[in-house]
């Protein structure tokens, strides 16, 4: 658990960069895989639902990843303030 609080934290105070949130945001992710990995193993249930959570969290990267690209083509860095929703 304090993995997860450290990545949370991490994920809250960074918000200057978007590469470095998709980083908190996969490691924490991970922590979350970790913890599910093991209390399913705890409880002998099967991993099966362990290996759908992580192929979720595969696509999340690559859809992340996509993102940071294609915002770096548009505005030429990854800053928060550059970017705008409107």
């Known amino acids: 658990m304090i993995l997860f609080i450290f990545g949370l934290f991490c994920f809250v105070s960074n918000?200057?960069?978007?590469?470095?949130?998709?980083?908190?945001?996969?490691?924490?992710?991970?922590?979350?895989?970790?913890?599910?990995?093991?209390?399913?193993?705890?409880?002998?249930?099967?991993?099966?639902f362990s290996m759908m959570f992580l192929t979720f969290s595969v696509c999340e990267g690559a859809l992340g990843l996509s993102i940071l690209v294609s915002m770096i083509r548009t505005h030429g860095n990854d800053y928060f303030q550059s970017f705008s929703i409107m």
Do not use: D, G, P, T
């Open 15 to 48: 918000r200057k960069h978007l590469l470095s949130m998709l980083l908190s945001l996969e490691f924490i992710v991970l922590v979350l895989f970790f913890l599910m990995f093991i209390y399913l193993n705890l409880l002998n249930y099967e991993n099966y």
